[in-house]
């Protein structure tokens, strides 16, 4: 073939690409919020008037639950080695969806020394799952002091739920 018809074809080629965009015939635009699933998480703790025997879960429990909201503090008193709690999380799923969750816990002193005395004895445990849609679940992380911790005062958990 010669080359002075390969070009004006190439051009042709490219110019009717350029034009071959789709025909938007009509469209619509959706507006939504987006909610909390878990609107009112709750807590209790699991042996809080003496140690938790390790075998009581949350969904076992029937007492008193509170409302979790940050910066609360539940004040232990004191745990010896060995001793410990189980911090529970009820979480109420109001969507019609599944949500997975994790029950995490932190230590938060800042003191470098107090910092790994308060990880030796606690240890940072979570816990993972998932709430079924329009459902309830009970789940917790256990608080338990190693049976080989040094004494240190004031160790501070932060426990959080995540939706993940």
Avoid: H
């Amino acid at each position: 073939m010669n080359k002075k018809f390969l070009i004006p074809l190439f051009a042709i080629m490219f110019v009717g690409s350029v034009f071959a965009v789709g025909y938007v015939v009509n469209n619509f635009v959706l507006k939504t919020d987006v909610y909390e699933p878990f609107n009112e998480v709750q807590f209790a703790v699991l042996g809080d008037a003496g140690n938790w025997d390790g075998v009581q879960t949350c969904a076992e429990y029937t007492g008193t639950w509170n409302t979790f909201a940050d910066g609360v503090e539940v004040d232990m008193d004191g745990l010896y080695a060995g001793e410990g709690r189980k911090v529970c999380a009820k979480l109420n799923n109001l969507a019609e969806a599944d949500i997975p969750y994790e029950i995490t816990s932190e230590i938060l002193n800042t003191n470098v020394e107090v910092y790994y005395k308060c990880f030796a004895a606690f240890g940072e445990p979570s816990v993972s799952g998932t709430v079924l849609a329009s459902s309830e679940k009970k789940d917790g992380v256990a608080v338990v002091v190693s049976t080989s911790a040094e004494p240190v005062d004031d160790c501070r958990i932060k426990i959080s739920v995540v939706r993940v």
